[in-house]
């Protein structure tokens, strides 16, 4: 398995340096053969050449990769973060991953969040009209094909079937938004009729937001477009205990190339101070190895990182007084306590 990774600004070389140390002791475990090569790209290479995806990238990452591992940009010093939507966007846009899948690890109770990931309020059509400098109108196009709404929505109910969830939940604003609205429940309503087995309904998306934080056990899988699902996930994450806890995987179904990422940005605030929490970056390499049939891997570290998180060795915005460091070290020791538990290499 070849894996580019992309630690980009903020927190995200801090998480993801400090996830990839257990990467080893899951390969002793359970035979990865997982080879992982980093990339620079992030505001330190587009200040200093205005370089933020290269030239070829998405060729050479096609051609010689599997899966990308992502931290997070974002910089102060660039409060455009126009490198930010030139290398996120253009990795999602050039490599088709079309599908974010943002699992919400609620206490007990999982809910699959399938996010549109291209489309929608993210096309970048739009412009401004000026007077003096300052504007005056603003325009961002909403943007939905049936072709990839098609495929995410199937994709959405594939995958949720062979998770053995039978309710499925379409979010949308078709009341104040009716073109792309009718689209997503056209489109909705005819794929089902390929899943008789699943028990559907439709949720305007400030209703769901409501009933997600009053009642999320009534949701098991939810296919949302991408603005509204990049809400939901917030709103998800912070069921979950907050932002640092949320993995997500951006996938092309076609392909089944990955880029894994945690749901959180760079957090200029905390950056350098080691308090970062790595649990929705190692969450996301949970997803990865699950992605890739590594289910072993996948359940031993999501079962080593949620023990973890009942100490006081959490990051203190779970309310611990750990560090990055020394919660990934007690993540680590728990690995190696179960690899000497289990007295000898499994897996391979
Ligand atoms: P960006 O512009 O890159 O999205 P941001 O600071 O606006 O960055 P986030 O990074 O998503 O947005 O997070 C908002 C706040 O939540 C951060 O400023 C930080 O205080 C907190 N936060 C986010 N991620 C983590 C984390 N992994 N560990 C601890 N706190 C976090």
């Known amino acids: 398995m070849r894996v580019a990774v992309i630690p980009g600004d903020g927190i995200g070389p801090e998480v993801v340096n400090s996830v990839i140390q257990v990467v080893p002791v899951l390969d002793d475990l359970f035979g990865l053969d997982i080879e992982f090569t980093t990339f620079n ?12 995806l290269p030239e070829g990238a998405i060729t050479m990452l096609q051609k010689d990769f599997d899966a990308i ?11 455009t973060t126009a490198h930010g939507r030139e290398i996120l966007l253009g990795l999602r846009r050039g490599l088709s991953l079309y599908v974010n ?48 709404v098609t495929k995410f929505v199937r994709y959405g109910l594939a995958d949720a079937t062979a998770r053995g969830r039978t309710k499925v939940t379409l979010v949308h604003k078709a009341n104040a938004v009716p073109n792309t609205g009718a689209l997503w429940q056209d489109v909705f309503r005819t794929e089902l009729a390929q899943f008789p087995q699943i028990e559907a309904n439709e949720e305007y998306v400030d209703a769901f937001c409501y009933k997600l934080v009053r009642d999320p ?16 996930s917030d709103v998800g994450a912070a069921l979950m205990g907050g932002l640092g806890t949320a993995p997500s995987a951006s996938i092309c179904p076609e392909s089944r190339f ?5 749901v959180h940005g760079s957090a200029p605030d905390i950056a350098g101070l080691g308090i970062a929490n790595p649990v929705g970056a190692a969450r996301s390499l949970v997803l990865l190895l699950d992605h890739m049939g590594r289910t072993d891997a996948a359940t031993a570290l999501e079962t080593c990182l ?15 007084s750990g560090t990055t460091r020394a919660f990934m070290d007690s993540v680590l020791a728990r690995l190696e306590r179960l690899g ?8 391979k």
Not at 69 to 79: M, Q, S, T, V
């Open 69 to 79: 591992f992502f931290g997070a940009l974002g910089d102060p010093r660039i409060p």
């Open 101 to 148: 899948y943002r699992p919400l690890l609620l206490p007990g109770h999982t809910i699959d969040l399938y996010r549109e990931n291209t489309q929608g309020l993210y096309v970048g059509i739009g412009g401004r009209v000026e007077n003096a400098g300052v504007a005056t109108v603003a325009i961002d196009e909403c943007v939905y094909t049936r072709d990839i």
């Open 306 to 320: 949620r023990e973890s998180m009942e100490t006081t060795l959490t990051t203190p915005d779970l309310g611990g």
């Open 258 to 262: 990955g880029l894994f990422e945690p």
């Open 217 to 232: 056990g009534t949701f098991e899988v939810v296919l949302a477009p991408n603005l509204f699902g990049d809400i939901a």
């Open 41 to 52: 790209w992030g505001a330190d290479r587009w200040l200093a050449d205005g370089v933020g």
């Open 340 to 347: 000497s538990a289990l007295g000898t290499t499994i897996g």
